[in-house]
T-cell receptor
Framework: GQQVMQIPQYQHVQEGEDFTTYCNSS?????IQWYKQRPGGHPVFLIQ?????EVKKQKRLTFQFGEAKKNSSLHITATQTTDVGTYFC??????????FGIGTKLQVIP | NAGVTQTPKFQVLKTGQSMTLQCAQD?????MSWYRQDPGMGLRLIHY???????DQGEVPNGYNVSRSTTEDFPLRLLSAAPSQTSVYFC????????????FGQGTRLTVV
């Protein structure tokens, strides 16, 4: 079945440093989604990538989808304390089944 | 603007008890799903449904039952609770189209003692 691997599992950064999380799928994905979960909250959709090689930006966040549509990354430039949370990638496969990676928990040290 | 509503928010069960976690959405989404979230394990899919009358198993279905008699509701039943089912449970729904996001409920924190 479809598996989505995500690294690193934890990341501590000083405020102002950059942060990147990587996602790899065992199968080719029709699309990939990214979600953010604040501590004590529920996952909230950030973005979806559909096309091979696609790059999208949301302010300080840059999302990439690999050429083979099996990997993706999220990069945050100059982290802020508001970026704290767990970032999940999710692959959408057959029958719209959404499979989540393990998540990367980001701590930002002021 | 209710979105996805889960009840209860918190629950403590004794081993062997049964209960139903409720999930309702008002967005007419065909796809609904249940996840459990445990430390270091991410979000693991328990069961999902692509429409009324249709359900299928996810990664960790054992010990849980679901049914989908209406588009709006997707309850999750624990038949005989075990301590290993202590977790945070999330219900999510999405439209069955390629470029759509999943909407999550607020979660149910379940403790089995």
């Amino acid at each position: 079945g479809q598996q989505v691997m995500q690294i690193p599992q934890y990341q501590h950064v000083q405020e102002g440093e950059d942060f990147t999380t990587y996602c790899n799928s065992s199968t080719t994905l029709s699309n990939i989604q990214w979600y953010k979960q604040r501590p004590g909250g529920h996952p909230v959709f950030l973005i979806q990538l559909v096309k091979s090689g696609e790059v999208k930006k949301q302010k300080r966040l840059t999302f990439q989808f690999g050429e083979a549509k099996k990997n993706s990354s999220l990069h945050i430039t100059a982290t802020q304390t508001t970026d704290v949370g767990t970032y999940f990638c999710a692959g959408v496969g057959g029958y719209q089944k959404v499979t989540f990676g393990i998540g990367t928990k980001l701590q930002v040290i002021p | 603007n209710a979105g996805v509503t889960q009840t209860p928010k918190f629950q403590v069960l004794k081993t062997g008890q049964s209960m139903t976690l409720q999930c309702a959405q008002d967005m007419n989404h065909e796809y609904m799903s249940w996840y459990r979230q445990d430390p270091g394990m991410g979000l693991r899919l328990i069961h999902y449904s692509v429409g009324a009358g249709i359900t299928d198993q996810g990664e960790v279905p054992n010990g849980y039952n679901v049914s989908r008699s209406t588009t709006e509701d997707f309850p999750l039943r624990l038949l005989s609770a075990a301590p290993s089912q202590t977790s945070v449970y999330f219900c999510a729904s999405k439209a069955v189209q390629l470029v759509t996001e999943a909407f999550f409920g607020q979660g149910t924190r379940l403790t089995v003692v």
